[in-house]
């Protein structure tokens, strides 16, 4: 019997990765590479899809995010959260701002991200329109992450758009 020998793990830099999304030429490979390099950058992450007023679990990674947990996950924007805030301020989100109520939508949520102490939310704008959020749990190994989360959300939004534009 043939045994595959394992590759090594390849660690793509944020420039790599937007490169990568920039010449995609589907959305679902796109979101693939984003989604791969936020398994290698974040203990968890969570892909959210907005339709009709909720945030419907897309794609993730994460002690707590097999395949069925993902899909299951569904928040409504009506309800305080921090995919919530960033939705509807279009902007990153880093930690829950003092003085915001959570509720139990909220708490799941976190619970589903491994409890992180730093959670961060970035919208992906596509046009006019909210197409997504992603929310990713504390960042593994050192440095700020907040700018690699607000350009992987820009470039995914921006492939998005050129991918549809380019289908017409």
């Given at each position: 019997?043939?045994?595959?020998?394992?590759?090594?793990?390849?660690?793509?830099?944020?420039?790599?990765?937007?490169?990568?999304?920039?010449?995609?030429?589907?959305?679902?490979?796109?979101?693939?590479?984003?989604?791969?390099?936020?398994?290698?950058?974040?203990?968890?992450?969570?892909?959210?899809?907005?339709?009709?007023?909720?945030?419907?679990?897309?794609?993730?990674?994460?002690?707590?995010?097999?395949?069925?947990?993902?899909?299951?996950?569904?928040?409504?924007?009506?309800?305080?959260?921090?995919?919530?805030?960033a939705h509807d301020s279009r902007a990153l989100v880093s930690?829950?701002?003092?003085g915001t109520s959570t509720g139990a939508i909220s708490d799941?949520?976190?619970?589903?991200?491994?409890?992180?102490?730093?959670?961060?939310?970035?919208?992906?704008?596509?046009?006019?329109?909210?197409?997504?959020?992603?929310?990713?749990?504390?960042?593994?190994?050192?440095?700020?992450?907040?700018?690699?989360?607000?350009?992987?959300?820009?470039?995914?939004?921006?492939?998005?758009?050129?991918?549809?534009?380019?289908?017409?």
């Open positions: 019997m043939l045994w595959a020998t394992p590759q090594p793990l390849i660690r793509l830099t944020v420039d790599e990765v937007i490169a990568a999304v920039d010449d995609a030429m589907t959305k679902d490979t796109a979101t693939e590479v984003v989604m791969r390099y936020a398994a290698q950058r974040w203990t968890a992450s969570l892909l959210l899809v907005v339709k009709e007023g909720a945030a419907l679990g897309h794609r993730g990674h994460g002690k707590h995010l097999p395949p069925d947990a993902v899909r299951a996950v569904a928040i409504p924007l009506a309800s305080p959260s921090i995919v919530k805030i930690g829950i701002p003092t799941r949520l976190l619970k589903l991200l491994g409890s992180p102490r730093h959670p961060m939310a970035a919208p992906v704008i596509v046009g006019n329109r909210i197409a997504c959020v992603v929310v990713v749990a504390d960042p593994l190994g050192p440095g700020n992450s907040e700018p690699e989360l607000s350009q992987l959300a820009f470039a995914l939004g921006d492939a998005d758009e050129r991918i549809v534009r380019d289908r017409k």
